[in-house]
């Protein structure tokens, strides 16, 4: 229940905690008014849905939020030949967050909640409608993700422009949709939990009913997509609301739309799409009954948390997969950029480091980092014998320019996503046209027939990852296992250095880094 006549300026648990009303419903309807400026907003049950539709108030962090944005799913091919336009990337799906947001004072709800809440400023506030609308697309895929994937335990997403679920065809892939005759959700993910593809359209901006309808049309085009194949699935939109006035009751906060399409047996034999992959590879859910977990501690595993046991390699080739963007990003960096690196011990035993917010452990309650921190700043060298000595291992870090943000990934997923960085290089020259010169070369042709090919060309791109898969997820494991134990050294030329004092907000995954200084915080 919430937390009646609590002071407004609570201090927050964490320096970068956020509040977003978040109004769930089962399916479309109804208007919001500015109730979620109402003082009765329940408490988010954990990772999971809530019993009942209504107002909820979770609490977050900027860096979940900021992970969001890197995280969402988008087709990287085009930086195969280009890694550096990754950062590029990156800086373009961050800092309009940074540049557009800030904090304001609101009434504390529940027990840990922060007591603020996000706001456009008066940057946003004095834009045109053009900038605004480019705002918009960027804060509706950043909350849908961090909605789908920290409140509810999606799975990593993926572009549906760049491909559907395995064994799944668009009939409109190729073809021209004059008109908007092809409405389209944004994105597709495998929920683990509920053992089923969820469907997701994200919007972003002043939210109006006609608006919402034309996302909800969206999702569920993509729903006719996945019926005629008898696929259990959910259809998800989310949308991220927020004005561009600047006063007192113009929160950010959010909508979820959901609605459950069961299956149904196939229209033929040998028509259906393989089951989602578990980490087991064999098809079935990893918890056939996973219940409404009471903590994000409790919440369904990421495949993050089980690439040791994933002995098939399907889990791990999903992480690498969706870790290509930061990963391509410090590629880049080791050939521009060099002294932006650095490695960062984190404790080994991923097990010690339980999630506290969404998908993050935040280094405030990892007390097992800190406190092998502590003992290794008392030894002489600082290298990686010595911190693997000391129950940590090193991360690769880099600062990402034009955002300042720091990302960064474990010596084994660098690993595995470096094999298949060079296993979709590999494809992608034996696919005409897919690469960017192969674009340029192409600019006698129209703007629809070339977004035609384009869409043709990714096609064939991807039934060939798809060919290779059961090769690329061995040859990832054999990369991951073979080099969890090797030494940057062996890896670069020039290692980069160690520190122990990012003076940062640090944040891991199992086999991730983020951290953001404080002075990079959205103001108050």
């Known amino acids: 229940m919430p937390v009646t006549n609590s002071s407004t300026h609570q201090q927050p648990r964490y320096l ?109 506030e004095k834009s045109e409608a053009s900038a605004f609308g480019a705002f918009s697309y960027r804060l509706g895929m950043t909350f849908a993700e961090w909605a789908c994937r920290s409140l509810m335990g999606l799975g990593e997403t993926w572009d549906v422009e760049s491909g559907w679920p395995q064994d799944i065809t668009d009939p409109a892939q190729g073809k021209k949709a004059k008109g908007q005759k092809n409405p389209r959700p944004d994105l597709w993910g495998t929920h683990t939990a509920e053992d089923r593809y969820w469907l997701v359209e994200a919007k972003g901006g002043t939210l109006t009913p006609d608006r919402l309808d034309h996302g909800w049309e969206q999702v569920q085009g993509g729903c006719s997509v996945l019926h005629p194949y008898g696929v259990d699935h959910r259809a998800v939109l989310c949308g991220a609301n927020i004005r561009r006035g600047v006063n007192a009751k113009n929160d950010v906060f959010v909508i979820i ?69 930061p990963y391509l990003a410090l590629r880049s960096l080791r050939q521009s950029a060099p002294s932006r690196l650095r490695l960062v011990p984190v404790a080994r035993n991923r097990a010690e480091r339980r999630r506290t917010t969404g998908r993050l452990t935040l280094m405030e309650d990892d007390h097992a980092t800190r406190e092998r921190r502590d003992g290794l700043r008392r030894t002489a060298t600082r290298e990686d014998t010595t911190v693997r000595e000391a129950g940590l291992e090193s991360f690769l870090t880099g600062r990402i320019p034009g955002t300042e943000i720091t990302l960064g990934m474990s010596g084994r997923l660098y690993s595995a996503c470096h094999e298949l960085f060079r296993a979709d290089r590999e494809i992608a020259e034996r696919t005409p046209g897919l ?90």
Do not use: C
């Open 435 to 524: 690469r960017a010169e192969d674009r340029a070369a192409r600019t006698a042709l129209d703007e629809d027939d070339l977004d035609q090919q384009s869409r043709m060309v990714r096609r064939e791109y991807r039934e060939r990852q798809e060919e290779a898969r059961p090769r690329l997820q061995r040859q990832l494991r054999t990369a991951y296992l073979r080099d969890r134990e090797l030494p940057w050294s062996h890896r670069m030329a020039t290692p980069p250095e160690f520190t122990l004092d990012p003076a940062a907000l640090e944040a891991t995954t199992p086999e991730t880094y983020l951290a953001i200084r404080p002075a990079d915080l959205p103001r108050q």
């Open 16 to 124: 970068d905690a956020v509040d977003v009303p978040v109004l769930f419903r089962a399916g479309p309807g109804g208007r919001t008014r500015q109730q979620w400026r109402r003082t009765d907003h329940a408490e988010w049950p954990g990772t999971g849905f809530p019993a009942t539709d209504g107002w909820y108030l979770p609490t977050t962090t900027w860096r979940e939020i900021l992970k969001a944005a890197v995280s969402v799913g988008r087709d990287f091919t085009p930086w195969l030949d280009k890694p550096e336009y990754a950062v590029r990337e990156i800086a373009a799906r961050i800092s309009p967050l940074g540049a557009y947001l800030d904090l304001h004072p609101a009434p504390v709800l529940h027990t840990h909640g922060a007591g603020r809440r996000l706001t456009a400023n008066i940057v946003l």
């Open 257 to 325: 739309r959901h609605e459950h399409h069961p299956g149904t047996p196939p229209a033929g034999p040998g028509t259906g799409p393989e089951t989602p992959d578990s980490p087991d590879g064999d098809g079935q859910p990893t918890d056939p009954d996973p219940g409404t977990p009471d903590s994000p501690n409790d919440g369904p595993q990421s495949p993050e948390d089980v690439l040791d046991a994933d002995t098939s390699g399907s889990s791990l080739l999903a992480v690498a997969r969706s870790q290509m963007l």
